[in-house]
């Protein structure tokens, strides 16, 4: 399995300021074959499912803020959200589906300060 | 609009069997695969394995092989998650998700299984 491994494990940051969380994989998830990541970010809030928010590292999924985008290739990639909202509170995971099975960071808690 | 709809929260006692499911609407069932997703309480998000139903090519997570048995049928176009001896440890919550190009886009609501004495 790939191991994906997020930074940090928690968050805190003042409304309207940027927040960066950062994702490790344990082997490259950039296919040669199509120049693509395979590395996707998530959003949990609590009672509700996961939610995709980027895919291909990069490509924001419909109806997500412009707030949201994330970056990186081969083995380091980052989610940034530019200006905290209240409702970005929130878990987020990193996912590989290079491999499979797929797998997840250990998810990153996101607060207001 | 691709829509994945859980079966009910379960509470069953040590020992017990159980089968949950997961229906897909939307989109061409058998042609994607399908994948289930374990979170105990306060914790992250484990992938348990994925399933292809159109010839059930089934995939496990080590983690989980033996553990659970995951099928598919594409004729109603619903996937399953099985335990034939249930532990306590198998307490969480479990999802499905299903993966259209590549992407593991569409989740379902959940179902909660509790697992007590």
């Known amino acids: 399995d790939i191991v994906m491994t997020q930074s940090p494990d928690s968050l805190a940051v003042s409304l309207g300021e940027g927040a960066t969380i950062n994702c490790k994989s344990g082997q490259s998830v950039l296919s040669s074959s199509n120049n693509k990541n395979y590395l996707a970010w998530y959003q949990q809030k609590p009672g509700q499912p996961p939610k995709l928010l980027i895919y291909?590292?990069?490509t924001r999924e419909s109806g997500v803020p412009d707030r949201f985008s994330g970056s990186g290739s081969g083995t380091d990639f980052t989610l940034t959200i530019s200006s905290l909202q209240a409702e970005d509170v929130a878990v987020y995971y990193c996912?590989?589906?290079?491999?499979?099975?797929?797998?997840f960071g250990q998810g990153t808690r996101l607060e207001i300060k | 609009e691709v829509q994945l709809v859980q079966s009910g929260a379960e509470v069953k006692e040590p020992g017990e069997s159980l089968k949950i499911s997961c229906k897909g609407s939307?989109?061409?069932?058998?042609?994607?695969?399908i994948g289930w997703v374990r979170q105990m309480p306060g914790k992250g998000l484990d992938w348990m394995g994925i399933?292809?139903?159109?010839?059930?090519?089934?995939r496990y997570s080590p983690s989980f092989q033996g553990q659970v048995t995951i099928s598919a049928d594409k004729s109603i176009s619903t996937a399953y998650l099985q335990w034939t001896s249930l532990k306590a440890s198998d307490t969480a919550m479990y999802y499905c998700a299903n993966s259209i190009n590549a992407v593991w886009g569409s989740w379902g609501q959940g179902t909660l299984v509790t697992v007590s004495s």
């Open positions: 291909w590292a990069s």
């Open positions: 996912q590989q589906y290079y491999s499979t099975p797929p797998t």
């Open positions: 939307g989109y061409n069932f058998a042609n994607y695969w």
């Open positions: 399933i292809y139903p159109r010839d059930s090519d089934t």
